[in-house]
């Protein structure tokens, strides 16, 4: 088994890139039934590979195995994790998408710690959406490019 940095790295890679094919086919369909759980599962499973290569870096050792995303957040170090929400916070300002939401919801919340409490187990829980109990995770994107940009920034040559 490969469980290296850049391993989990390009697996949350071909994840991410999953989600912005079927990112797009929502867009283009508006069709939340068909399209809407299978987003929020890879996204969130991108994220989750994203914080677990994080992890690798910094620890030298495997991360745990949780599919929990606050607790992995929490697992980083400080420098991290300021690194992380700056960029996120960048990327959710610029994000056109996000804006639309905000003025459509006013008191949708999209501090950092908050929407890492709310999108905690999304994984587990949008890939049973028929069980019902799901989470929000409106600010997936600029999250998941938060992190990807900080590896990239630790590690240029992982293009």
Do not use: C
Request: glycine share 2%; net charge positive.
């Amino acid at each position: 088994m490969n469980y290296t940095a850049e391993a989990v790295y390009r697996t949350g890679n071909q994840f991410f890139a999953a989600s912005t094919a079927i990112s797009e086919k929502l867009s283009q369909t508006n069709d939340l039934q068909l399209y809407l759980a299978s987003f929020v599962t890879n996204m969130s499973l991108t994220i989750e590979l994203y914080l677990k290569s994080l992890y690798i870096l910094h620890r030298e050792k495997k991360p745990p195995l949780s599919h929990d995303l606050k607790q992995m957040y929490n697992a980083l170090n400080e420098e991290n994790k300021s690194w992380i929400k700056n960029q996120y916070n960048h990327y959710l300002n610029i994000d056109e998408g996000i804006k639309v939401m905000k003025s459509k919801v006013p008191e949708m919340e999209t501090e950092l710690e908050v929407v890492l409490i709310q999108i905690y187990k999304a994984f587990v829980k949008w890939r049973y959406n028929h069980e019902g109990n799901l989470t929000s995770f409106p600010t997936s994107g600029p999250l998941s490019q938060a992190l990807r940009a900080r590896i990239k920034s630790l590690k240029p040559e992982w293009n």
